[in-house]
């Protein structure tokens, strides 16, 4: 990932494939695949190649950048065109269904690595450095090399773990949180009179709550531990009522 020759394709150009490609712009020639007409407006004005067709893609690095819910038909469309050797990546917010649909639908000669860079567009904006990304290896040995520019050139802490465990953990640091974003904002407008502590939390909930909607969904429904870490949510502040 460190040599300028190493190609990667980002399938996807919302917010977060846009700040995959700026990251790793200066590393790697990076392309763009969306459907949107509007989107690859926008990549091409930022001066990333296109990839018009899907099965024209043969870049050595293959990022889905997409919704859970588009999850699916688009490993249906890549699969007959991948290459012996292409390492394809998500950066989906769950890890057990898009690792289950990758290891599927992916042909055997594919390398496969499921990932979560723990940060977004928002909290990006003061840089990514110490930030946490977590690798699910799947398939393959590419992803160690993935590790190493990670920790080395992008300075970020790299946790290696199983996908099951990266949903049972995030239910409550990623779910919750944007969990009771929601929750706070439909209580209404800042009060006037409030606590450092109050304003602290609000800064931490203001990350994530102009995330786009997909995001939620993904961990809302697409993380079977989120569901009961919220009913302990909920239990414990009755419990405190």
């Excluded at 949107?36 to 990333?48: K, N, T, W, Y």
């Excluded at 209404?188 to 997909?214: C, H, K, M, Q, Y």
Aim: proline share 6%.
């Amino acid at each position: 990932m460190a040599s300028s020759k190493v190609t990667v394709t980002i399938i996807g150009f919302g917010a977060f494939g846009q700040l995959v490609a700026r990251l790793l712009a200066p590393y790697a020639r990076v392309s763009v695949h969306d459907r949107s007409a509007v989107a690859m407006e926008a990549a091409s004005a930022l001066g990333f190649d296109l990839v018009a067709r899907i099965e024209d893609i043969r870049a050595d690095v293959v990022i889905l950048a997409v919704p859970l819910r588009a999850f699916d038909e688009v490993l249906r469309a890549i699969a007959p065109h991948l290459r012996p050797g292409q390492l394809v990546v998500d950066v989906c917010s769950v890890k057990e269904e898009p690792a289950r649909l990758m290891s599927d639908l992916l042909p055997p000669h594919a390398e496969i690595l499921a990932c979560h860079p723990m940060f977004g567009p928002q909290s990006a904006k003061r840089g990514v450095e110490n930030s946490q990304i977590v690798l699910c290896p799947l398939r393959g040995a590419r992803w160690r090399g993935i590790a190493r520019f990670l920790e080395r050139v992008l300075k970020l802490e790299v946790i290696v773990t199983t996908p099951e465990d990266h949903d049972r953990q995030v239910a409550m640091t990623q779910g919750l949180t944007h969990l009771l974003a929601q929750v706070v904002a439909s209580l209404g407008d800042r009060p006037a009179i409030r606590t450092r502590s109050f304003d602290l939390i609000a800064e931490g909930l203001a990350l994530v709550a102009n995330d786009a909607p997909e995001v939620f969904e993904a961990i809302a429904r697409g993380n079977r531990h989120f569901a009961p870490m919220g009913e302990r949510l909920v239990s414990a502040i009755r419990a405190r009522i």
